[in-house]
Nanobody, 124 residues
Framework: VQLQASGGGLVQPGGSLKLSCAVSGHIFSDTAMAWFRQSPGKEREFVAAIRWGGGRRNYADSVKGRFTISRDNAKDTVYLQMNSLNPEDTAVYFC??????????????????WGSGTQVTVSS
Protein backbone atom coordinates (compact mmCIF):
# COMPACT_ATOMS: atom_id res chain seq x y z
CA VAL A 1 0.00 0.00 0.00
CA GLN A 2 1.27 3.46 -0.89
CA LEU A 3 -0.14 6.80 0.17
CA GLN A 4 0.50 10.19 -1.40
CA ALA A 5 -0.64 13.27 0.48
CA SER A 6 -0.99 16.65 -1.18
CA GLY A 7 -2.79 19.98 -0.90
CA GLY A 8 -0.85 21.70 1.86
CA GLY A 9 0.31 25.29 1.69
CA LEU A 10 0.30 28.71 3.31
CA VAL A 11 -3.07 30.15 4.32
CA GLN A 12 -4.18 33.11 6.40
CA PRO A 13 -6.03 32.62 9.69
CA GLY A 14 -9.69 31.93 8.99
CA GLY A 15 -8.91 30.45 5.61
CA SER A 16 -9.47 26.97 4.17
CA LEU A 17 -7.46 24.18 2.60
CA LYS A 18 -8.35 20.75 1.26
CA LEU A 19 -5.85 17.94 1.64
CA SER A 20 -5.89 14.82 -0.51
CA CYS A 21 -4.47 11.36 0.15
CA ALA A 22 -4.30 9.08 -2.89
CA VAL A 23 -4.18 5.38 -2.03
CA SER A 24 -2.67 2.65 -4.16
CA GLY A 25 -2.95 -0.98 -3.11
CA HIS A 26 -5.59 -3.11 -1.48
CA ILE A 27 -8.52 -1.29 0.09
CA PHE A 28 -11.27 -3.12 1.92
CA SER A 29 -14.61 -1.95 3.26
CA ASP A 30 -13.20 -2.21 6.82
CA THR A 31 -10.01 -0.30 5.97
CA ALA A 32 -9.32 2.63 8.26
CA MET A 33 -7.96 5.86 6.83
CA ALA A 34 -6.80 8.68 9.07
CA TRP A 35 -5.16 12.06 9.13
CA PHE A 36 -2.60 12.95 11.77
CA ARG A 37 -0.45 16.02 12.17
CA GLN A 38 2.90 16.74 13.73
CA SER A 39 4.60 19.98 14.74
CA PRO A 40 8.33 20.30 15.53
CA GLY A 41 9.11 18.85 18.94
CA LYS A 42 5.64 17.37 19.36
CA GLU A 43 4.21 13.90 19.01
CA ARG A 44 2.07 12.91 16.05
CA GLU A 45 -1.49 14.00 16.84
CA PHE A 46 -4.76 12.46 15.68
CA VAL A 47 -6.95 14.68 13.51
CA ALA A 48 -9.66 12.56 11.85
CA ALA A 49 -10.42 8.99 10.78
CA ILE A 50 -12.87 7.30 8.45
CA ARG A 51 -13.83 3.73 7.64
CA TRP A 52 -13.59 3.11 3.93
CA GLY A 53 -16.91 1.26 3.71
CA GLY A 54 -18.73 3.89 5.76
CA GLY A 55 -20.27 3.83 9.21
CA ARG A 56 -17.33 5.37 11.07
CA ARG A 57 -16.10 8.95 11.09
CA ASN A 58 -14.25 10.45 14.05
CA TYR A 59 -12.54 13.74 14.82
CA ALA A 60 -10.23 15.20 17.42
CA ASP A 61 -12.01 17.68 19.67
CA SER A 62 -9.71 20.44 18.46
CA VAL A 63 -10.99 20.18 14.87
CA LYS A 64 -14.65 19.20 15.33
CA GLY A 65 -16.95 21.52 13.43
CA ARG A 66 -14.07 22.88 11.34
CA PHE A 67 -12.59 19.86 9.55
CA THR A 68 -14.36 17.21 7.48
CA ILE A 69 -12.91 13.88 6.38
CA SER A 70 -14.37 12.18 3.33
CA ARG A 71 -13.46 9.60 0.71
CA ASP A 72 -14.04 9.08 -3.00
CA ASN A 73 -14.23 5.36 -3.71
CA ALA A 74 -13.91 5.83 -7.46
CA LYS A 75 -10.67 7.78 -7.08
CA ASP A 76 -9.28 5.81 -4.11
CA THR A 77 -8.70 9.11 -2.38
CA VAL A 78 -9.36 10.44 1.11
CA TYR A 79 -9.82 14.16 1.70
CA LEU A 80 -9.53 16.50 4.64
CA GLN A 81 -11.45 19.74 4.20
CA MET A 82 -10.11 22.26 6.70
CA ASN A 83 -12.04 25.45 7.41
CA SER A 84 -11.58 28.28 9.91
CA LEU A 85 -7.90 27.51 10.15
CA ASN A 86 -5.86 29.07 12.95
CA PRO A 87 -2.11 29.18 13.66
CA GLU A 88 -2.42 26.19 16.03
CA ASP A 89 -3.31 24.07 12.99
CA THR A 90 0.17 24.63 11.54
CA ALA A 91 1.87 21.25 11.15
CA VAL A 92 2.91 18.56 8.72
CA TYR A 93 -0.18 16.51 7.94
CA PHE A 94 0.14 12.78 7.34
CA CYS A 95 -2.37 10.24 6.09
CA UNK A 96 -2.21 6.72 7.44
CA UNK A 97 -4.05 3.47 6.82
CA UNK A 98 -4.56 0.02 8.33
CA UNK A 99 -6.47 -2.90 6.84
CA UNK A 100 -9.17 -3.07 9.51
CA UNK A 101 -10.99 -0.48 11.57
CA UNK A 102 -9.97 -0.28 15.22
CA UNK A 103 -11.43 1.40 18.29
CA UNK A 104 -7.89 2.74 18.81
CA UNK A 105 -8.14 4.73 15.56
CA UNK A 106 -6.63 7.78 17.32
CA UNK A 107 -3.31 6.08 18.11
CA UNK A 108 -0.66 6.54 15.40
CA UNK A 109 1.08 3.22 16.10
CA UNK A 110 -2.11 1.41 15.02
CA UNK A 111 -1.46 2.38 11.39
CA UNK A 112 0.68 0.24 9.13
CA UNK A 113 1.27 2.61 6.23
CA TRP A 114 1.94 6.32 6.02
CA GLY A 115 2.22 8.94 3.33
CA SER A 116 5.12 11.38 3.18
CA GLY A 117 3.23 14.32 4.67
CA THR A 118 2.21 17.76 3.45
CA GLN A 119 3.02 21.04 5.20
CA VAL A 120 0.17 23.30 6.33
CA THR A 121 1.14 26.76 7.56
CA VAL A 122 -1.46 29.16 8.94
CA SER A 123 -0.04 32.64 9.25
CA SER A 124 -0.82 36.23 8.39
Amino acid sequence: VQLQASGGGLVQPGGSLKLSCAVSGHIFSDTAMAWFRQSPGKEREFVAAIRWGGGRRNYADSVKGRFTISRDNAKDTVYLQMNSLNPEDTAVYFCGTRPRWTTNYYRPYEYNYWGSGTQVTVSS
